[in-house]
């Protein structure tokens, strides 16, 4: 059985220059590309990828293999619309991998931010590997955009003493953590909208790119603001990628 070769490397939040020097190391060694298309509206998210193998590799002896994601189906159960939906990426991962690469080939998926961050791209290879396929993979880590998102704001993330949670905005519904800062990812239905806890909001859209958007104060003077621009920016662009950190008001300052 052939044995493939992988890296999962992570790009960064959008910033080219949020490139680490491990990243430009592992993307001088790969010879297959595999970036992803998400329709017309994320255009610039595949074109993206490309800059940056542009920019950083000094060699033309790679190529690029683009593919088709699948839109996850949001009709039914959560839990079954993304075990569906990871069942057909996997499908398309195996097709790839044992029809693009050879065993001299070194094939890389390019990340957005960082891999082990709301990213499936390891529990897939990981899944393709329990299945019997031969795949010897190295994951580079990079700079989230929760990282990105309180470097811009120049916030902390925790708070002396107490833990912070990441999470995304279905766990947000549920109800904060009983203490520490929140940090909300994947809000497409303006969670924060339903808080009654008095609090503050670091907010951030297009982190470290040219469409960078900030906010930050007390949340009741912000929500309608970031809900307008939330609403304004996906017409205009067709898709938002943006989060936010929570803190209470009523916490000790560090």
């Known amino acids: 059985m052939t044995r493939r070769r992988l890296k ?101 998926f390019l990340v957005w931010g960082d891999p082990s961050l709301y990213d499936g791209t390891i529990g897939i290879i990981e899944d393709l590997r329990a299945a019997g396929m031969e795949i010897e993979y190295e994951v580079i880590p990079g700079i989230s955009s929760v990282s990105a998102l309180a470097a811009r704001h120049r916030v902390a993330l925790n708070r002396i003493g107490q833990p912070f949670t990441v999470m995304s905005a279905r766990q947000l519904e549920k109800g904060l953590p009983e203490e520490g800062n929140v940090v909300v990812m994947l809000d497409t239905r303006d969670a924060y909208r339903d808080l009654d806890a008095d609090l503050d909001i670091h907010w951030g859209a297009y982190v470290g790119t040219e469409d960078e958007i900030l906010r930050a104060g007390r949340l009741s003077d912000l929500q309608d603001e970031i809900t307008d621009l939330r609403k304004k920016a996906r017409a205009e662009k067709g898709w938002i990628m943006d989060s936010y950190l929570l803190s209470r008001r009523s916490d000790p300052k560090d």
């Open 8 to 108: 999962v490397i992570g790009i960064g939040a959008g910033n080219p220059e949020y490139i680490t020097i491990q990243a430009v190391k592992a993307l001088q060694q790969v010879t297959t590309f595999f970036i992803p298309l998400k329709g017309d509206d994320k255009a610039d998210l595949h074109l993206l990828r490309r800059e940056i193998c542009e920019r950083y590799i000094d060699h033309d002896r790679y190529r690029m293999v683009d593919f088709d994601i699948p839109d996850r189906a949001r009709d039914g159960a959560y839990r079954s619309d993304v075990s569906d939906w990871r069942a057909a990426v996997r499908a398309i991962y195996l097709r790839l991998l044992t029809e693009e690469l050879g065993e001299t080939d070194l094939g890389a």
